[in-house]
């Protein structure tokens, strides 16, 4: 008794809940309000009485409902006068006269406008008046022509109307939500990530995820027919000392953890042990790190491995997925030459990055070799900006504290004019102290194309380049943003400009100071053959048989040779990136591989993720997920993470901490 008294409570909380979200939709008459309720019951007795009685729900259609005909968007006027059956989602009505009432109808496919104009069928016109927006229906009825000069150009069925003979309301929406799917003013992301299933019915994130099917057909339809086979790899892992942090998922033999993996990495160089010449699979990978716009801690890659190949091979391979995906999502054709190549040293040197937006020139220039007395291990780098005296002397100063280039002395710029242009290294902080000033400024001008009304940006940077960026490269595209503002800079017409960088170094400083050398990408990178005497005496100078995709400035897929020798596997793991003992130790099954017979090899991954944030030029790539997490890992729909009881801590040995470890 206590158990349905308490059922009976929490109904009558529920109904009290739904008429207070009532009265605060400003936008609705309270008639229309009373039209459009759920559950039409005035007093919690009745409702009592109701749910004691039974089951009870007369605002739905229960039995069997006509199958749809036609999708809502493919209807044209050579369908006229077809009896069809359209299911969807009703958008707000329109009352036009006493007996004529539009209703748009809405599906994946566009919107049909149904129409209401039959003076003896009350019934059918109580029945879409008391709809509210977001409803399922279903409906039966006839297509025809609209009047001259009623056309709706912006819709595909914009030359038809479907006048309704029956309508069967399947699931009437609550009239309190909390928005409408492609309402002008949308709510703020988490309420929108809260309510995902109303924004998913929005028509562009419609188009993104059903583009993302396609071209995970695409990818799926090229790869096999060039001979690769799919293959699933655990998603239950083991903790590896690579890349970032891991996923740690606990099991009920105490002490005893899986790991989630980054990648499939070392399961898809075993399977090239294994004889399985050409994998892949769209790949499904986790990493615990605090995210921005373009990370997700799950997040799916296109992975494929290849035996017996080179660098050229897998890029081949790799031009051709891209080009059929562009192909059949954009209807676009690329050729050889849209994929140019270049190597790292290049990319850091002229653009300051490791994957350069090449849809603008703006170049970085090494002019070294003009004022070497006044360099010591070190590099001099130079900038010219056509027509950038426009931006002002506040957007400079505003760029220096973004960058946190306000106390670098090694920093600075001039704007060019007709009294400085033949003397600008003098105003150029260190530059003034060379005693080559006075005799190299013609020389310099006309190398660098100086003129009037140009801003000039130089800095001085040590000789070895490594990691991501240097400050001219961020330099470099804050200026191309505030000169595109300014509308001094037009993007390459080519929309989408591709770029492999290659030749990276295989080692980096360990910036956090642990060990000597740290992986560039992943310690399973193989080496040039010509560096590999270099690997004991000077690992700096090997470069690694590495090679990224770049696609406007952000890359979108990374792959190398791998280490097919289990010696020189061991060595790199032990010696040249010092990982202790119990370290490489979690290796073991991989380095047992590379000692049973393995090709040499190779692969990619390419970030299927933000590859589709390109191709629907999408902010974010939360915009091309289903369900993705927001700031911080929240999934704000199911509302995890989220805690659990103390008997499941007991049955898996765990004991929370009393140490607040989160980050504020």
Partial sequence: MNSRLGRIALLANRVALSRHHVVLRPTMSLTKMTQCQLRKITSTSIIREQYLQGYKDNERFHGEYPSRTHYCGELRASNEGEKVVLCGWVQSSRDMA????????????????????????????SQIQSLSAESVVCVEGVVRKRPDGMSNKKQASGDIEVVISKMYCLNPASPSLPFWPNQAQLPNEEVRLRHRYLDLRSNQLQHNIRLRSLTANTVRNYLTENGFTEIETPTLFKSTPEGAREFIVPTRKRG???????????????????????????????????????????????????????????????????????????????????????????????????????????????????????????????????????????????????LDLTADKDFA???????????????????????????????????????????????????????????????????????????????????????????????????????????????????????????????????????????????????????????????????????????????????????????????????????????TESNSIRDVIAFPKAAGGKDFVVNSPSEVTTAQLDEYGLQLSTTNNEKE
């Fill in 98 to 125: 006493q007996d004529l009432i539009f209703l748009p109808l809405r599906d994946h496919s566009g919107v049909t406008q149904l129409v209401y104009n039959d003076p003896n069928n009350e019934q059918l016109k």
């Fill in 256 to 402: 005893q953890f899986y790991a989630l993996p980054q990648s499939p990495q070392q399961h898809k160089q075993m399977l090239m042990a294994a004889g399985f010449d050409r994998y892949f699979q769209i790949a499904r990978c986790f990493r615990d790190e605090d995210l921005r716009a373009d990370r997700q801690p799950e997040f799916t890659q296109i992975d494929l491995e290849m035996s017996f190949i080179k660098i050229k091979d897998i890029q081949s391979i790799i031009e051709g997925m891209v080009t059929s995906i562009w192909d059949k999502a954009l209807g676009k054709k690329l050729t050889k030459q849209s994929f140019p190549h270049m190597t790292y040293n290049e990319a850091m040197s002229t653009y300051g990055s490791d994957k350069p937006d090449i849809r603008f020139d703006m170049k970085i220039n090494e002019i070294s070799s003009y004022l070497q007395d006044i360099l010591s291990n070190a590099s001099l780098d130079c900038m010219v900006v056509k027509k950038g005296s426009s931006i002002s002397g506040g957007e400079l100063k505003a760029m220096q504290k973004t």
């Fill in 413 to 615: 710029f001039v704007k060019i004019n007709e009294n400085n242009i033949i003397s600008w290294p003098s105003k150029c902080g260190t530059l003034r102290h060379s005693q080559h000033i006075g005799s190299i400024e013609s020389e310099l001008n006309q190398k660098l194309n100086i003129e009037q009304g140009d801003l000039v940006v130089v800095h001085k940077r040590p000789n070895y380049l490594y990691g991501g960026n240097t400050t001219m490269g961020r330099v470099r595209l804050h200026l191309s943003n505030l000169m595109q503002e300014k509308g001094l800079l037009k993007l390459d017409q080519e929309k989408h400009k591709f770029l492999w960088v290659e030749s990276f170094p295989l080692f980096t400083p360990d910036e956090q100071g642990i060990r000597t050398w740290q992986a560039t990408h992943h310690p399973f990178t193989a080496p040039f053959d010509q560096d590999i005497p270099l690997l004991a005496t000077e690992p700096e100078k090997v470069r690694g048989q590495h090679y990224d995709l770049v696609l406007n400035g952000m890359e979108i897929g990374g792959g190398s040779i791998r280490i097919h020798s289990p010696v020189m596997q061991t060595f790199i793991l032990e010696k040249v990136l010092q990982l202790e003992k119990y370290e490489y130790k979690r290796f073991d099954h991989l380095i047992d591989a590379l000692g049973g017979g393995c090709p040499p090899h190779g692969g990619i991954a390419l970030g299927f993720d933000r590859l589709m944030a390109i191709l």
